[in-house]
């Protein structure tokens, strides 16, 4: 057959519905091999059970992952990673110090050449989970404001914007597959959990929010720590500024409530965030912790 541009065209569209379709089955047979991983690209996908959202990177020349999870849970990923893999974990990052993201830690850690987490996140590990039962692993790369560390065919950048959920979370960026692991900046269609004794503080992290909104663009994929189902702790930036909103409207509607007179009790036992009515509960009493804590701050500051 002649070669015109019209067949060329077709034929070209024959082989990218081929790849596509091909790529399509290749993301769903991986998905479900073993529960719990789901692909996002070749090299990059991400791992749910119990707890934060693990995102883990495999080529044949690094591993990376990002949060481990807790001790139990954590095995199961790994029994999982090893079916991809057999090179030990070149980096495992901690997006924050909270026991359901570095909980996996002490059972990687001999698979592992690097921890990698922001100063903060090491010294409230220690200060909170340092005399626990169980044991921990630390990072043992810390930094202050950025790390960044090049792979050849994908580079991470990872910063910490400013305190937020935690006193130390970082956003964790694939620079060229353009995927960000937010931790638990985002808490996706979910009240989030709030830790002031952790060093959380509600003004800031709407901060870290605009932050991420100007750094990274449109067509960045983010992971978020947990949602309302294992869909929806992936997205994009819809999700950060529905979070930004939620946050905003708490601080606002609290201190509406507090100028209008209402007691610490009435405010705090309000039904209703306006507008968020549609947030689930993740464990009983998120709403009223949501309230209780916009309460302190705000009188805090004042
Ligand atoms: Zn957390």
Redesign the pocket.
């Known amino acids: 057959m002649k070669t015109t541009r019209k067949n060329f065209i077709k034929n070209s569209l024959l082989i990218t519905g081929g790849i596509l379709l091909e790529g399509k089955n290749f993301f769903a047979k991986a998905s479900q091999d073993i529960s719990g991983f789901k692909s996002l690209n070749e090299n990059f996908g991400i791992y749910t059970e119990k707890g934060?959202t693990i995102g883990w990177y495999v080529t044949d020349d690094a591993v990376v992952v990002i949060d481990a999870q807790m001790d139990d849970s954590v095995r199961n990923f790994y029994n999982g990673l090893k079916n991809k893999t057999s090179r030990r974990i070149n980096f495992l990052i901690n997006t924050?110090h909270?026991r359901?993201?570095t909980g996996g830690n002490h059972f990687l850690r001999e698979f592992t050449d690097n921890i990698v987490g922001h100063e903060k996140c090491r010294a409230m590990q220690q200060k909170f989970d340092g005399n626990s039962d169980t044991p921990q692993a630390y990072a043992d790369i810390v930094f202050e404001n950025e790390w960044a560390v090049d792979l050849g065919i994908e580079k991470i950048h990872a910063i910490h914007f400013n305190p937020a959920?935690?006193a130390g979370d970082i956003a964790v960026r694939f620079v060229n597959s353009n995927i960000v692991h937010l931790?638990?900046i985002v808490f996706n269609n979910t009240y989030p959990?709030i830790?002031f004794p952790g060093g959380a503080n509600l003004h800031q992290w709407v901060e870290f929010i605009n932050k991420s909104l100007s750094l990274y663009n449109d067509n960045t994929t983010f992971i978020f720590?947990?949602a309302n189902n294992d869909e929806n702790v992936i997205g994009n930036k819809a999700s950060l500024i529905q979070m930004k909103n939620y946050l905003t409207t708490l601080l606002e509607f609290v201190d509406s409530q507090i100028k209008s007179g209402k007691s610490k009790e009435e405010i705090i036992n309000a039904k209703e965030i306006p507008g968020f009515a549609f947030l689930k509960e993740r464990w009983n009493g998120a709403r009223r912790m949501n309230l209780e804590s916009a309460y302190e701050e705000l009188t805090r500051t004042k």
């Open positions: 934060g924050h909270h359901d993201h959920h935690t931790g638990d959990y830790d720590g947990h």
